[in-house]
T-cell receptor
Framework: TQLLEQSPQFLSIQEGENLTVYCNSSSVFSSLQWYRQEPGEGPVLLVTVVTGGEVKKLKRLTFQFGDARKDSSLHITAAQPGDTGLYLCAGAGGSGGGADGLTFGKGTHLIIQP | EPEVTQTPSHQVTQMGQEVILRCVPISNHLYFYWYRQILGQKVEFLVSFYNNEISEKSEIFDDQFSVERPDGSNFTLKIRSTKLEDSAMYFC?????????????FGPGTRLTVL
């Protein structure tokens, strides 16, 4: 069974600060996706990382996939109140083939205080 | 921008009743998925579907569940005899590609409440 552990579970910081959240597993994933989920809504895809060591940037958000494709991080620079939300990581199966279901972490609840 | 849609947004049913949750995936996508999220818990994979058959299913997806693509646009999840523990948000997702590049786009969900 593949598991994804996200840390921290909760993070509350002031506007303008930087932060990093982590997504770790003992399993290898063919790719890893980051989503943001608002209460009562479906996850919204932010980014997909596929290659070990890959770094992708989305404005103030930087996503990195670990070299061994077992872990990932999300770094937010100069956080803003609009960044507040639940951030989920989800891994696609190690086989890399077929319509793999995603394994989700429990998420990091992020609050950016003005 | 194309998006996945789901109906109804909220379904209330009595234990033992059958429910059908409906989804319209993004039109050019080929792979379809159902997930559920029990309140306060993580999103869990139920089943994936490709080329009119189940591609992968989890342990949760037992004989009480079934999926169907009855026409070219809809994708449904049926629960034959609902239990209290089936109460959850059910999300449909679709992706254009398989494998490592199977970026999955989620619908807004159906909140199922079993009384």
């Amino acid at each position: 069974t593949q598991l994804l552990e996200q840390s921290p579970q909760f993070l509350s910081i002031q506007e303008g600060e930087n932060l990093t959240v982590y997504c770790n597993s003992s399993s290898v994933f063919s790719s890893l996706q980051w989503y943001r989920q608002e209460p009562g809504e479906g996850p919204v895809l932010l980014v997909t990382v596929v290659t070990g060591g890959e770094v992708k940037k989305l404005k103030r958000l930087t996503f990195q996939f670990g070299d061994a494709r077992k872990d990932s991080s999300l770094h937010i620079t100069a956080a803003q109140p609009g960044d507040t939300g639940l951030y989920l990581c989800a891994g696609a199966g190690g086989s890399g083939g077929g319509a793999d279901g995603l394994t989700f972490g429990k998420g990091t609840h992020l609050i950016i205080q003005p | 921008e194309p998006e996945v849609t789901q109906t109804p947004s909220h379904q209330v049913t009595q234990m033992g009743q059958e429910v059908i949750l409906r989804c319209v995936p993004i039109s050019n996508h080929l792979y379809f998925y159902w997930y559920r999220q029990i309140l306060g818990q993580k999103v869990e994979f139920l089943v994936s579907f490709y080329n009119n058959e189940i591609s992968e299913k989890s342990e949760i997806f037992d004989d009480q569940f079934s999926v169907e693509r009855p026409d070219g646009s809809n994708f449904t999840l049926k629960i034959r005899s609902t239990k209290l523990e089936d109460s959850a948000m059910y999300f449909c997702a679709s992706s254009p590609l398989a494998g490592a590049y199977n970026e999955q786009f989620f619908g807004p969900g159906t909140r199922l409440t079993v009384l």
